[in-house]
């Protein structure tokens, strides 16, 4: 149980492309969703928090009008690079958690490897 | 402040050795989670284990152990008789009740077995 799918797995775009991702919670719903960001060899960066049916809560630093999140169901979240350039090429992953506790454990997808040519 | 500490960045050993991995973690939460996850080189983080700030019973499943101690802040994590498969980065991560349920994760430590 507690399966995420994210999707695509991989994607290689030219520079001024948008990018969208998307997070799926296939055997639970999801209350809340997150994105987050990983460079090589380092450590995941949180980047945002989404509730469903609200806006998203971006940790700071993070443009939330380059990286905008949807959280439009229980089961869906999608994360979109607007205007990628290659300083956005990262491993991007997303988790999904079945209530706003903090006991809860996050369970993660198999991540988005971007890169921008 | 939530703060996770895993001074090991990278641990090498032989195959059907014992390792331990650190996990040192600061907050001023009573009421906290301390968490384990594997990342393989495939890239996806899987859930290993969750711990809670009031249960300081160790675990063990399988081939994995985990030492929880409140007095030294620590949640160290052992795989006795390590195997080529568990080679990848394994994190710790923190998360409290308060303004933020958010994890925080640690730098993690990259385990590689060698055969």
């Known amino acids: 149980g507690a399966v995420v799918s994210q999707h695509p797995s991989r994607v290689i775009c030219k520079s001024g492309t948008s990018v969208k991702i998307e997070c799926r919670s296939l055997d639970f719903q999801a209350t809340t969703m997150f994105w987050y960001r990983q460079f090589p060899k380092q450590s995941l960066m949180l980047m945002a928090t989404?509730?469903?049916?609200?806006?998203?809560?971006?940790e700071q630093g993070v443009e939330k009008d380059k990286f905008l999140i949807n959280h439009a169901s229980l089961t869906l979240s999608t994360l979109t690079v607007t205007s990628a350039h290659p300083e956005d090429s990262s491993f991007y992953i997303c988790?999904?958690?079945?209530?706003?506790?903090?006991?809860?454990?996050?369970?993660f997808g198999d991540g988005t490897r971007l890169s921008i040519l | 402040a939530q703060k996770v500490t895993q001074a090991q960045t990278e641990i090498s050993v032989v195959e059907k050795e014992d390792v331990t991995l650190d996990c040192v973690y600061e907050t001023r939460d009573t009421t906290y989670y301390l968490f384990w996850y594997k990342q393989p080189p495939s890239g996806e983080l899987v859930f290993l284990i969750r711990r809670n700030s009031f249960d300081e019973q160790n675990e063990i499943s399988g081939r994995y152990s985990w030492n929880f101690q409140k007095s030294t802040s620590s949640f160290n994590f052992t795989i006795t008789a390590s195997q080529v498969v568990d080679s990848a980065v394994y994190f710790c991560a923190l998360s409290s009740r308060g303004i933020s349920n958010n994890l925080f994760f640690g730098t993690g430590t990259r385990l590689t077995v060698i055969p």
């Open positions: 988790s999904a958690r079945t209530s706003a506790g903090a006991d809860q454990p996050q369970h």
């Open positions: 989404s509730n469903e049916g609200s806006k998203a809560t971006y």
